[in-house]
């Protein structure tokens, strides 16, 4: 015979409650918190800085989310220079993620659509007098929710992402959000081009506008 509400000296009703639920385990390149410190050591940090690696402190984070995408860019910070870590969910699976670092080219208003391609100009390292043409095609439009967190708080935007690369594998991804078009350029590194110093992640207060 068994005992109100038990069976074989197990519980009928599920946990007790006194059981906490265990929260789901975060993949480590993931909503990464802000203040977090991240040093990087690829090759593009390594011959900018002298330094085989190079600490920056998370300031901004951007998710986007999408028909079949899942990104992060995280704006990373030292005392000089702002550069941008990517990290986006390899579509088709659940925790495989492609590593970038991107630069921010430039902000604009929006002014005529977005072309097919886009012709980036970069100075010439050997002749000052050169220039080397860089061009990028647009390979996908992607709308997307944005949200942005810092250390002031989190937002939330509709955004669109226009995505380009080059035949040497290097991106352009341009985020339209509103009237304005931010645009990113960089290229794919390796997860041991990374450590993540985690901050204490605390509860941010949300605003919109």
């Known amino acids: 015979m068994a005992l109100f509400g038990r069976k074989n000296g197990k519980s009928l009703f599920g946990k007790r409650k006194t059981d906490k639920p265990k929260k789901p385990q975060r993949h480590e390149l993931v909503d990464i918190p ?21 600490a920056y402190k998370l300031v901004t984070r951007k998710k986007y989310v999408g028909e079949g995408l899942l990104r992060y860019m995280y704006h990373i910070q030292d005392t000089e220079t702002e550069v941008v870590l990517g990290v986006d969910r390899i579509a088709g699976t659940k925790d495989e993620y492609e590593i970038s670092r991107w630069i921010v080219d430039g902000e604009e208003e929006l002014g005529d659509p977005l072309p097919d391609e886009i012709t ?28 942005v ?3 002031q708080g989190q937002e939330e935007f509709s955004a669109e992402l226009h995505e380009y690369a080059t035949d040497g594998d290097e991106f352009m991804s341009v985020e339209l959000c ?3 078009l931010t645009f990113y350029v960089g ?21 919109g506008r």
């Not at 100009?121 to 944005?146: F, K, M, S």
Request: net charge negative; proline share 7%.
């Open 178 to 180: 509103g009237d304005w």
């Open 187 to 207: 290229a794919l590194i390796a997860r041991s081009d990374i450590e993540i110093y985690p901050a204490i992640e605390t509860e941010a207060p949300t605003g």
């Open 34 to 54: 802000v203040d977090s410190m991240i040093e990087l050591s690829d090759i593009t940090t390594y011959e900018e800085t002298g330094d085989t690696s190079h």
């Open 120 to 147: 980036l100009h970069y100075p010439h390292p050997d002749n000052e007098n050169e220039e080397i043409e860089v061009v990028y095609g647009r390979q996908d439009v992607v709308p997307a929710t944005l949200t």
């Open 149 to 151: 967190t810092t250390a």
